[in-house]
């Protein structure tokens, strides 16, 4: 089993209507499989997605424990 | 290397200066290279009345922590100062400061430039505008830093 | 436009901050860009203890004011300040100061960067090294500002 | 007649052991005769050349009243 906590920022996180959640799965599954999962609407376009606060495309798997954060595009500056 | 995300107004001269004196220059700085972005009162033809900045608290630090690092490995530089706000911020307020102190010009001005298009285009930071007509909007994307 | 030759040490931060609180930019200013130039205690391989700087009283402030102008024309800047020192400067002490306000983080950097090449190459400034050993030389040319 | 003002600075007014002298030509003449006229040694060079504070090239011609100026590469900033 692993468990993985989400995070979503922005206007993301107003569109999903939540900032953060868990779930558990019962075997490892890609970035986007995840959205899937837990999200009735598409992953949009031009999400940003990060795992443990790196950056990852959205192929990459999870593992237990992880952080996996999805992000519209970055504006600060 | 220091990185500080504030959630207050902050003087980024005063700011500069004090981190300054605590460097260890001794004669070897011959050039520093500073940015300031400040909040403007306007965008995308529309007058803006303030902002509100959030961030991924740990990822920013981490990312930022990462680009000074890459430019630290394709420029000699000798110490580098990121302030950047997160929270309400109004117009004419400084949003982000980057300053970067080296032996010689070119290695100040390129490093300083990089840090800064790479924390607009890295850093997880988004900016909520509240327009004067009260009206709200996420912007949606940063314009390019080039010409 | 400001461009100031002193004979006395300044502090950056606090002329920067003054000349902005003077500036009308009322939000429209997003991008500043500051260059300082410090003195080293290094040069061609040899300690240097001090330094004097000569210059062409009159030709200087013509060929600032024309480089600044020149800025102008190929980038939308705001606001452009020069402070250069003259006659005798110890390691750690700023001799010149170069900040440029603008809308736009590329037109602000660009012009910054612009300036400080164009003074280097044309400004009638001239140094002369004083070595620990109490030996004295002109520095013969500036190095460039390419990486 | 035309009258003109020679200026050296930093090096090259060490060398010259003059700073500023006052010339009288009976016609016009480039800048380069002009330092020939002025100087033993060769007009060294990398000299830069100003006349009335403007860069010229050395076989710019001079006019009544103008000052000029002869100085090695600047090294300011």
């Known amino acids: ?77 | 290397m220091t990185i500080r995300i504030v959630e207050t107004v902050f003087d980024p001269f005063l700011e500069i200066q004090h981190f300054q004196t605590q460097l260890a220059l001794n004669g070897k700085c011959g050039a520093t290279s500073i940015f300031i972005g400040t909040m403007r009162d306007f965008n995308d033809g529309d007058d803006v009345r303030a902002m509100t900045l959030e961030h991924y608290d740990g990822m920013t630090q981490k990312q930022l922590a990462k680009i000074i690092a890459t430019a630290k490995e394709k420029w000699a530089i000798l110490d580098e100062l990121i302030i950047h706000r997160i929270g309400d911020i109004l117009p004419n307020e400084p949003i982000v400061v980057i300053s970067v102190w080296a032996m010689h010009r070119a290695e100040a001005f390129e490093a300083c430039r990089y840090i800064m298009e790479e924390l607009k285009s890295h850093a997880p930071f988004w900016k909520r505008e509240i327009l004067t007509s009260n009206e709200s909007r996420w912007v949606l994307k940063n314009t390019s830093g080039k010409n």
């Open chain 1, 1 to 77: 089993m692993i468990t993985i906590t989400l995070r979503y920022f922005a206007s993301l996180r107003e569109q999903v209507g939540r900032s953060k959640e868990t779930f558990t799965f019962s075997h490892t599954l890609s970035v986007v499989d995840v959205w899937q999962h837990a999200n009735s609407m598409p992953l949009p376009e031009n999400t940003l997605i990060a795992v443990n606060m790196e950056y990852v495309d959205k192929l990459y798997c999870v593992c237990d424990g992880d952080e996996v954060a999805f992000f519209p595009p970055v504006t600060g500056g």
